[in-house]
């Protein structure tokens, strides 16, 4: 169905707080991203995953850490949240990092809150 | 690393005319340009792709114009109609590299 779908859609969490975001995608694709989304910054990659166990930093990876146990599955992991971590994040996947000029196929994004 | 910049940040235009958004990027090597829409509470959409041996493309009532010279790149709608409001993103890659860099992005809105 060609679909990135992301879980939950909104999460509000306590500063110290632990955060788990989920993505899924069902077009087989190798290589999935986190982004998060900032007014006036657009979006800004945390991390990317070329296949199962094989990721690899952004530009601001610091703070979050990620898990990729099964090619459809990709998820952004948040130990002990911080208020500046509240922000709207996106998950996206494309087929290969070996085929160039990719679209990316993006997710409704997950809208955190940090207080 | 490479830069976008992208302006204006807000565009409001009457129906029916056209709206003109433009990103400047820094790195040369640049191969692949590509503009995404995102509408409200959605992920974003590839609306169209160029890679840098073109310098004009059309689609639908969009042109993609991509100035190499100048590191610009820009996205014109012309005879803008309401379902056109959205935010929309420049993005920018190289060869063989699976990282994109966006633009901050520009809010337009299509008055009726």
């Known amino acids: 169905d060609m679909k990135v779908t992301q879980m939950p859609r909104y999460l509000i969490k306590r500063m110290g707080e632990n955060v788990l975001l989920e993505c899924g995608q069902d077009?087989?694709?190798?290589?999935m991203y986190w982004y998060r989304q900032d007014p006036g910054l657009g979006l800004q990659l945390i991390y990317i995953?070329?296949?199962?166990?094989?990721?690899s930093e952004g530009d601001i990876p610091k703070g979050y850490r990620v898990s990729r146990k099964k090619r459809e599955h990709f998820s952004l992991i948040l130990d002990s949240a911080k208020t500046n971590q509240t922000s709207v994040y996106f998950c996206?996947?494309?087929?290969?990092?070996?085929?160039?000029?990719?679209?990316?196929?993006f997710g409704h994004g997950t809208k955190l809150s940090v207080l | 690393g490479e830069q976008v910049e992208q302006r204006p940040p807000h565009l409001s235009v009457p129906e029916g005319d056209s709206a003109v958004i433009i990103c400047t990027y820094t790195?040369?090597?640049?191969?692949?340009f590509y503009w995404y829409k995102q509408e409200p509470g959605a992920g974003l959409q590839l609306l169209m792709s160029?890679?840098?041996?073109?310098d004009r493309k059309e689609e639908q009532g969009l042109t993609v114009l991509l100035n190499k010279k100048d590191k610009q790149l820009s996205l014109n709608l012309t005879a803008a109609h309401p379902g056109d409001s959205a935010v929309y993103f420049c993005?920018?890659?190289?060869?063989?590299?699976?990282?994109?860099?966006f633009g901050a992005g520009t809010k337009l809105t299509i008055k009726p």
């Open positions: 996206a996947s494309s087929l290969s990092r070996a085929v160039s000029n990719e679209r990316l196929f």
């Open positions: 077009m087989s694709h190798e290589t």
């Open positions: 995953s070329y296949d199962v166990d094989s990721n």
């Open positions: 790195d040369s090597a640049t191969a692949y």
């Open positions: 160029v890679f840098s041996n073109v």
């Open positions: 993005a920018v890659s190289n060869y063989g590299n699976e990282k994109i860099t």
